[in-house]
């Protein structure tokens, strides 16, 4: 079973991006983590991280057939990514949405996700938790679906 994990803009900067908001876990440690839970789980994974909306869309795109679930931190696009929302709609298998940050306590634009309609569920505020989570809940989504 293979899972997508993809990372939005600027989310190369984790650890040195805002810690007071976003800690100092890098974002090496936490492809780390999410790489020795899947071994727990019996599942591989497929990472990405990208500054650019289209690169995103098209990882989406190439895995379609053969992903069996995604974890998506849409970062910047949050609020106005069109392009990738609709890339997650468009796929068969079970997408979950994650945030480091509780988006609820952030700025008011910020708190308005155009990602979540589009996706199965949300975890957010938990720091690298959110992506460990994620990934526990799509693997068990995929396996029930």
Known sequence: MKILVLHGPNLNLFGR???HIYGHTTLAQINEQLAA??????????????????MLVDFMHQHIDSASGA???PA?????GVPLHDAI?????????VHM???ATREPWRTH???????????????????LLGLR???ALAKAK
């Open 71 to 73: 974890l998506v931190n």
């Open 17 to 19: 991006r805002e810690p």
């Open 101 to 103: 940050s509780n988006l």
């Open 137 to 139: 809940g799509v693997v």
């Open 113 to 131: 996700s155009i990602i979540s309609p589009a996706v199965k569920g949300t975890l957010q505020g938990l720091g690298p938790l959110s992506y």
């Open 89 to 97: 709609k468009a796929m068969p298998f079970p997408v979950l949405e």
């Open 37 to 54: 839970l899947a071994i727990e789980l019996g599942v591989t994974l497929e990472t990405i991280q990208s500054n650019h909306e289209g």
């Open 76 to 80: 910047g696009l949050t609020q106005h």
